[in-house]
């Protein structure tokens, strides 16, 4: 299955340069947050796959104008194709605004979880805003991760974490792709394609 990830800045390609069909090869796309919510819903118009999204940090008109024909998957679990995917939005709390969580505040959203994560077996994909504290953050405040997510990673183990709002634009010297215990760590900054298929 090929999985179009996307986070915090618009691909021209898709939207105002767009051409038909360039969407087509993908099976399914997930948004790690910061993105205009028409974006969006041009976005799953035009592809032959469903959008699934969690909130960034700066997704406040979202109450207001979601992203129409999506589905927001921000603190819950849902399973496609086989492909079990969390959804955490968000990102740590360094000012007063919406999306944002201290530490105390992402952990208590993970335990709400944790009966479906057992009712699933588990979950392949963990869509992210911040990424985990440590791998593939930022040394600013506003940018660190989550030392809960990395706990989740820990006791979880998901294929997979995407992730956006270190923007790879900003200078910041960190792999599009990491590795932390047997998960990979993907920054969709933009947009990436990862290819991942049901366990058998």
Not at 15 to 31: A, F, Q, T
Not at 50 to 69: A, F, L, Q, R, S
Request: aromatic share 10%; glycine share 10%.
């Amino acid at each position: 299955m090929k999985i179009l990830c996307l986070a915090d800045e618009e691909v021209l390609a898709f939207w105002d340069m767009y051409r038909p069909g360039v969407l087509k090869e993908y099976d399914l796309i997930l948004s790690a947050g910061d993105l205009n919510s028409s974006y969006l819903s041009f976005i799953v118009t035009m592809a032959r796959a469903p959008v699934m999204y969690v909130h960034g940090n700066h997704d406040t008109g979202y109450e207001e104008k979601p992203p129409e024909g999506c589905d927001c998957i921000d603190g819950q679990i849902v399973e496609y194709r086989g492909l079990r995917i969390l959804g955490l939005g968000g990102c740590r709390k360094y000012r007063p605004g919406k999306h944002q969580y201290t530490e105390k505040e992402m952990r208590r959203r993970i335990r709400k979880l944790r009966w479906q994560i057992a009712k699933y077996g588990g979950v392949d994909i963990v869509v992210t805003h911040t990424p985990p504290e440590g791998v593939g953050d930022s040394d600013d405040y506003a940018h660190r991760g989550s030392e809960a997510l990395l706990e989740l990673l820990d006791q979880y183990h998901p294929r997979f974490l995407v992730h956006g709002h270190v923007h790879l634009n900003y200078g910041h010297q960190i792999p599009r792709e990491m590795e932390y215990n047997g998960t990979r760590i993907i920054n969709a900054y933009e947009r990436y394609v990862i290819d991942v298929e049901p366990d058998k």
